[in-house]
């Protein structure tokens, strides 16, 4: 079941500029620095009362992020939701015609199980499903 606001994902090209703004912003005091080299991306994320915010930048020119950004430039990318049970709800959009861009879970950020709807499907939002191991 999808019950909560898991993260926000941002995509920006400069992550140490993107940094140093959301240092200013919100006075992060630490950010979680991780390399997910299965989704061509280099995150850094700072938690707000449960919800992380994720500054996501492309590892690589071929990183789905380096394509967003060369089409529709730096700014939200994703919003992601927490669940309890990915599989289950994958099939369950499945059923219901939602197109998935991801129909098994992937490997993402903060050792999660992570799967993307496709925006067509979704009225042009992003949105990432994801769960513990
Ligand atoms: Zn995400």
């Known amino acids: 079941m999808i019950n909560a606001v898991d993260h926000i994902g941002i ?6 500029a993107s940094m140093g703004l959301y ?4 006075a992060v005091a630490e950010f ?4 997910v080299e299965e989704q061509g991306v280099d995150i850094a994320s ?3 009362n449960g919800v992380r915010i994720e ?7 071929s990183s789905p992020i380096a ?8 700014g939200i990318h994703h919003i992601a939701f927490h669940t ?14 939602v197109r998935l861009i991801n129909t098994e879970p992937q490997n993402g950020a903060h050792d999660m199980l992570i799967a993307f709807l496709h925006p067509k499907s979704t009225g042009g939002v992003l949105m990432e499903l994801c769960s513990e191991k």
């Open 55 to 61: 500054l996501t930048a492309p590892l690589h020119d």
């Open 84 to 97: 309890d049970a990915i599989g289950d709800d994958l099939q369950r959009l499945h059923s219901s015609n």
């Open 67 to 74: 394509t967003f950004i060369a089409k529709r430039g730096e």
């Open 11 to 16: 995509a920006v090209m400069d992550l140490e």
């Open 23 to 26: 240092k200013t912003i919100f």
């Open 46 to 48: 700072f938690s707000l």
């Open 32 to 35: 979680h620095r991780e390399k």
